[in-house]
């Protein structure tokens, strides 16, 4: 059975600083990997998709990496900004459904 | 295309009582979840369709929890009787080829 741990649980830094999130997962065979954002009382928000055979995905400030064969994925989060607080979490997409993390707070404090 | 659509938005109900929550995916995908998010569990897949056919509902906690979906652009999650536990924000998703797209959720509040 998949199992998807992110670390750490949650994260307080001053605003600036380059930040890196984790997502293991126990069984390589996945077939994508994304990550999310999710703001308090709101939904999930979909940030980098990384599908199987790449190694990562960049968008703005947010690169996510992928490494199937030691079960990991991180999230790198450049010049953090206060705006960038809420909750990352990554799902590993397991053949047809989405498998969940248990999701990093992240703040962000000017 | 606005993205995956769930009503209501808040529902509170009495224990006892049956609760409906509706979902209409994102035109053209055809994989469909629906998810149920606590503090105590996070994430947990409930049920999933594909072309609108129940693929695998063992997260569904029990019989008093049941989804339809009778077509393409719209599926239903209801709980019949409801109780205090099932208090939760449900999340609807859908998903194409590749990336999962989620609706803001309906939070269920059962008294």
């Known amino acids: 059975k998949q199992e998807v741990t992110q670390i750490p649980a949650a994260l307080s830094v001053p605003e600036g600083e380059n930040l890196v999130l984790n997502c293991s997962f126990t069984?390589?065979?996945?077939?994508?990997l994304q990550w999310f954002r999710q703001d308090p009382g709101k939904g999930l928000t979909s940030l980098l998709l990384?599908?199987?055979?790449?190694r990562e995905q960049t968008s703005g400030r947010l690169n996510a990496s992928l490494d199937k064969s030691s079960g990991r994925s991180t999230l790198y989060i450049a010049a953090s900004q206060p705006g960038d607080s809420a909750t990352y979490l990554c799902?590993?997409?397991?053949?047809?459904?989405?498998?969940f993390g248990t999701g990093t707070r992240l703040q962000v404090f000017p | 295309d606005a993205g995956v659509i769930q009503s209501p938005r808040h529902e509170v109900t009495e224990m006892g009582q049956e609760v409906t929550l509706r979902c209409k995916p994102i035109?053209?995908?055809?994989?469909l979840f629906w998810y149920r998010q606590t503090m105590m569990r996070g994430l947990e897949l409930l049920i999933y369709?594909?072309?609108?056919?129940?693929?695998?509902d063992s997260g569904m906690p029990e019989d008093r929890f049941s989804a339809k979906m009778p077509n393409a652009s719209f599926s239903t999650l209801k709980i019949q009787p409801s109780e205090p536990r099932d208090s939760a924000v449900y999340f609807c998703?859908?998903?194409?080829?590749?990336?999962?797209?989620f609706g803001q959720g309906t939070r269920l509040t059962v008294v």
């Open positions: 998703a859908s998903r194409g080829d590749s990336v999962a797209f």
């Open positions: 799902a590993v997409i397991d053949a047809d459904k989405l498998i």
């Open positions: 069984d390589s065979a996945i077939y994508n």
């Open positions: 990384i599908q199987s055979s790449q």
């Open positions: 369709f594909n072309n609108n056919v129940p693929i695998d």
């Open positions: 035109s053209g995908h055809d994989y």
